[in-house]
């Protein structure tokens, strides 16, 4: 607690609003998409999304592949309380659907489905592009699949398995415009995942992680990505850190609050 407290302080005064940012890049990534309004009807179907998961009070026994979690002692999980606590907020989805409807990936990989909140924001905003998801726990991976079912998101593909073997065997096969890596949040898994999935871009790629201050390992696996040699422009703010390829520009890191 005391560590995100500190984090977060130290965010704060190092952070610039769209003022203090004279990359004409990262400017236009700021006003004309972390700052603009999201249309209501991809809001709508996110939240009836979300709705349904929060009236379910039914239980799963959930196997814990990540950093474990923070809120919950026992596997045994309640469906309403795993969205609540391990989903997407409602003001990261609304960021996420603009972040897709601004760059518009085609082909999109998301590192950690759970219960398929985070999928359903990428899939209503880029109803064109093909998205694939990984989940390692069964049960959990199965509501999400039935809600996928149930909304039709016909682009969206869920894999089930540890992402040991599932990440390699999709990066692969595939290049991808774009990587949510929300799985976990453990310093070794991120930089693993991270170092793995350079095989699978290409110049405009760019990628997203999720709670980069959630604790110090995660801050240190960001600061390390930061320096990576093919890592250009990072920007930073604080709930995410988003990670620019493009040889085109210099490398610069930004602090933006939003
Ligand atoms: C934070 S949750 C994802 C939340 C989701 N992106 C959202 O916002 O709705 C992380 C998920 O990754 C899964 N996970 C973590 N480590 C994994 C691993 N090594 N293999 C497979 N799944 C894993 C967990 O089971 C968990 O459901």
């Given at each position: 607690?005391?560590?995100?407290?500190?984090?977060?302080?130290?965010?704060?005064?190092?952070?610039?609003?769209?003022?203090?940012?004279?990359?004409?890049?990262?400017?236009?990534?700021?006003?004309?998409?972390?700052?603009?309004?999201?249309?209501?009807?991809?809001?709508?179907?996110?939240?009836?999304?979300?709705?349904?998961?929060?009236?379910?009070?039914?239980t799963i026994n959930v196997t814990d592949?990540?950093?474990g979690s923070k809120v919950f002692s026992s596997n045994k999980r309640p469906i309403?309380k795993i969205?609540?606590n391990?989903?997407?907020?409602?003001?990261?989805?609304?960021?996420?659907?603009?972040?897709?409807?601004?760059?518009?990936?085609?082909?999109?990989?998301?590192?950690?489905?759970?219960?398929?909140?985070?999928?359903?924001?990428?899939?209503?905003?880029?109803?064109?592009?093909?998205?694939?998801?990984?989940?390692?726990c069964?049960e959990t991976?199965?509501?999400?699949?039935?809600?996928?079912?149930?909304?039709?998101?016909?682009?969206?593909?869920?894999?089930?398995?540890?992402?040991?073997?599932?990440?390699?065997?999709?990066?692969?096969?595939?290049?991808?415009?774009?990587?949510?890596?929300?799985?976990?949040?453990?310093?070794?898994?991120?930089?693993?995942?991270?170092?793995?999935?350079?095989?699978?871009?290409?110049?405009?790629?760019?990628?997203?992680?999720?709670?980069?201050?959630?604790?110090?390992?995660?801050?240190?696996?960001?600061?390390?990505?930061?320096?990576?040699?093919?890592?250009?422009?990072?920007?930073?703010?604080?709930?995410?850190?988003?990670?620019?390829?493009?040889?085109?520009?210099?490398?610069?890191?930004?602090?933006?609050?939003?």
């Open positions: 607690m005391f560590f995100r407290i500190k984090s977060f302080i130290c965010f704060v005064i190092k952070s610039k609003n769209k003022h203090g940012v004279h990359s004409p890049f990262v400017f236009d990534l700021v006003t004309k998409c972390l700052h603009k309004k999201i249309s209501t009807n991809y809001n709508h179907l996110f939240l009836d999304y979300k709705k349904e998961l929060f009236k379910n009070t039914s592949y990540g950093a309403s969205a609540k391990a989903g997407i907020s409602n003001k990261r989805a609304k960021l996420l659907m603009n972040l897709m409807q601004y760059y518009k990936p085609t082909s999109v990989l998301e590192i950690g489905t759970s219960l398929g909140l985070s999928t359903a924001a990428l899939s209503i905003s880029l109803p064109n592009s093909s998205i694939t998801t990984l989940e390692g069964k991976a199965n509501i999400a699949q039935n809600l996928f079912n149930k909304y039709q998101f016909k682009n969206t593909k869920l894999i089930i398995g540890n992402f040991k073997e599932t990440l390699a065997k999709q990066l692969n096969k595939n290049t991808f415009d774009f990587i949510f890596f929300d799985g976990n949040h453990t310093k070794k898994a991120t930089l693993d995942y991270f170092k793995q999935s350079l095989s699978s871009i290409h110049n405009d790629s760019f990628f997203l992680f999720d709670d980069i201050y959630w604790n110090y390992e995660m801050k240190q696996a960001w600061e390390e990505i930061k320096k990576h040699p093919s890592v250009t422009i990072t920007v930073d703010t604080y709930q995410w850190g988003i990670v620019f390829f493009r040889k085109e520009q210099q490398k610069e890191h930004f602090t933006i609050r939003i």
